[in-house]
């Protein structure tokens, strides 16, 4: 069903679905879609900002993620360390937040009747976080410690791999989620003030026009929107043009490549990735799903069937990454299998 609205954009929701929708943009060009449930009981909201780790600048690597963390710490509204995830976690919610190769992305939800405070602590994130001394050497040993867990799990070790064997010098080649010796450690060395970078990323980045925010409330449409250009109309728009990948990750010297690497965990694992065209491009079709379900399929005759006749434990996976969009993804598919045979 196609829904008209005040900034003539069709919106296409399925007939049973009752809620309503708007898309606006507010002066400083803060793109935002607006959802009115009157039976909901808890409000969310999402902020996707168009940068991630491929826009990492040379010799900082895993600085958008690590910036990702430091705007939960606190802003100068509410200066008090971790506030923000308190307060939602007391008012029945969850927040989170995740940093792609092009886009990070921050939400939460929460109990109906807090909806307006957790809104405007949200907003803050993006217009004065504070990003104390303190907190920012504090925050680079939580990251560490994310990546240590990662050097643990053979999918991320995997990942990694992946991303090695592609150009040196493109940006999927980066190592994305940052550690102690990438954000402290080396820059040091090097004289780079980690903080200032992180400064000088957030303001060269996180301007309005590339932002997109989602909010779901209670009340009516015209309430939540004022609510929205209340909150968030302050955030900076400087214009900042969108990051495009300077070509394809891979050449031909880095497809055709068979690497074989020990894992952490017992079984065996086969990942087939080759380059296909973003995903975005298509996304009315869904190519990828239909590529998925056919050689993800069960039946008796599939590939799965075979493997699981073998005996033991067997998954097929097939995943490409959604949020790549201005150079080809690798499509994966990966083969597992735990058997005695
Ligand atoms: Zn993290």
């Known amino acids: 069903m196609a829904v008209a609205n005040r900034e003539l954009v069709e919106i296409f929701k399925a007939r049973t679905d009752k809620r309503e929708y708007r898309r606006t943009v507010l002066k400083n060009s803060l793109e935002v879609l607006l959802i009115s449930d009157p039976d909901t009981d808890k409000c969310a909201a999402t902020m996707d900002v168009r940068v991630g780790h491929f826009s990492d ?34 008012h029945g919610g969850r927040t989170n937040a995740f940093t792609s190769s092009e886009h990070t992305n921050y939400h939460f939800d929460v109990n109906t009747d807090c909806f307006e405070e957790a809104l405007d602590r949200f907003a803050q994130f993006f217009i004065k976080p504070l990003m ?17 867990k990662n050097l643990l799990s053979d999918s991320w070790r995997m990942n990694q791999l992946q991303k090695h064997l592609s150009i040196e010098g493109h940006p999927f080649h980066k190592f994305s989620t940052g550690s102690w010796d990438t954000l402290e450690v080396i820059p040091k060395s090097r004289g780079l003030d980690t903080r200032r970078e992180l400064f000088k990323f957030y303001e060269e980045n996180y301007s309005a026009n590339l932002m997109h925010l989602v909010v779901y409330g209670k009340e009516n449409l015209d309430e ?7 909150k968030f109309q302050d955030i900076r728009n400087t214009e900042r043009s969108c990051f495009r990948c300077p070509g394809e990750p891979c050449t031909s010297e880095h497809l055709q490549v068979l690497v074989r690497s020990v894992p952490i965990k017992q079984g065996h694992k086969l990942r087939i990735a080759w380059p296909i065209t973003p995903e975005i491009h298509h996304y009315k079709e869904g190519p990828c799903r239909y590529l998925s379900h056919l ?37 994966d598919i990966d083969f597992y299998c735990y058997t005695s045979k």
């Open 224 to 230: 939540i929107q004022n609510l929205v250009e209340h």
């Open 57 to 90: 600048p040379e010799g900082l690597p895993g600085l958008a993620h690590f910036l990702e963390h430091m705007l939960f710490y606190a802003s100068e509204k509410y200066p008090l360390e971790d506030s923000y995830s308190k307060y939602i976690a007391e």
């Open 295 to 331: 050689i993800g399929h069960a039946g008796e005759g599939s590939l799965f069937y075979v493997l699981k006749t073998l005996g033991g434990y067997c998954t097929i996976s097939v995943f490409p990454d959604f949020l790549i969009f201005t150079c080809s993804n690798l499509h």
């Open 132 to 148: 104390s001394a303190d907190a920012t050497s504090r925050e680079i040993k939580a990251v560490d410690s994310e990546h240590q």
